[in-house]
T-cell receptor, first 115, second 109 residues
Framework: DVKVTQSSRYLVKRTGEKVFLECVQD?????MFWYRQDPGLGLRLIYF???????EKGDIPEGYSVSREKKERFSLILESASTNQTSMYLC??????????????FGQGTRLTVV | KNEVEQSPQNLTAQEGEFITINCSYS?????LHWLQQHPGGGIVSLFM???GKKKHGRLIATINIQEKHSSLHITASHPRDSAVYIC???????????FGTGTSLTVIP
């Protein structure tokens, strides 16, 4: 019954490493999102994609990039990990907004620690 | 500027109590969601509302579109209800969601 799958639950990486977080959905959704969640700040949008090879910056894109080569997969890339990117990362997907009142489905989250 | 405000931030209740969590928003929306996040991070959707009221078991969600306000009620609370409850809105002008910072609920036996 899993709908949105994130590749790792826990990751520990070193400062300066290139980090890939993968998200796969099996619902044929157009929209996919990457958020980070920090205490007191809630979920903040990093990037989202509304179609294959299409992406838009969210509220906090600095230090991140994304890739969407296939509809079901949306990857978040930390080009050079830094300690301030230690956080919980959540992926979500939803149908296109023209199909109004659609739900978002979330992955289980990846807790990334950069040391 | 927070498009979605939740209250309270933290809530402790005795088992059996009736609980209310509030959400106010400042943008035009197509739908409002109540989400639940247990320790460990995974988020599940409890309700999606665009008007009126929905009930699922001991959970009730209401929305007042004119006042831009929603409430989540838990009747006969139980320790397994302990979680973070997050209000999220889908804006009516795009594909984005805005989230509240969450209400951390602890239900004590």
């Amino acid at each position: 019954d899993v709908k949105v799958t994130q590749s790792s639950r826990y990751l520990v990486k070193r400062t300066g490493e290139k980090v890939f977080l993968e998200c796969v959905q099996d619902m044929d959704h157009e929209n996919m999102f990457w958020y980070r969640q920090d205490p007191g700040l809630g979920l903040r949008l990093i990037y989202f994609s509304y179609d294959v090879k299409m992406k838009e910056k969210g509220d906090i894109p600095e230090g991140y990039s994304v890739s969407r080569e296939k509809k079901e997969r949306f990857s978040l890339i930390l080009e050079s990990a830094s300690t301030n990117q230690t956080s919980m990362y959540l992926c979500a997907s939803s149908l296109d907004r023209r199909l109004r009142n659609t739900e978002a489905f979330f992955g289980q989250g990846t807790r990334l620690t950069v040391v | 500027k927070n498009e979605v405000e939740q209250s309270p931030q933290n809530l402790t209740a005795q088992e059996g109590e009736f609980i209310t969590i509030n959400c106010s928003y400042s943008v035009g929306i197509s739908a409002l969601h109540w989400l639940q996040q247990h320790p460990g991070g995974g988020i599940v959707s409890l309700f999606m509302l665009s008007s009126g009221k929905k009930k699922h078991g001991r959970l009730i969600a209401t929305i007042n579109i004119q006042e831009k306000h929603s409430s989540l009620h838990i009747t006969a609370s139980h320790p397994r209800d302990s979680a973070v409850y997050i209000c999220a809105v889908r804006v009516d002008t795009g594909n984005q969601f805005y989230f509240g910072t969450g209400t951390s609920l602890t239900v004590i036996p």
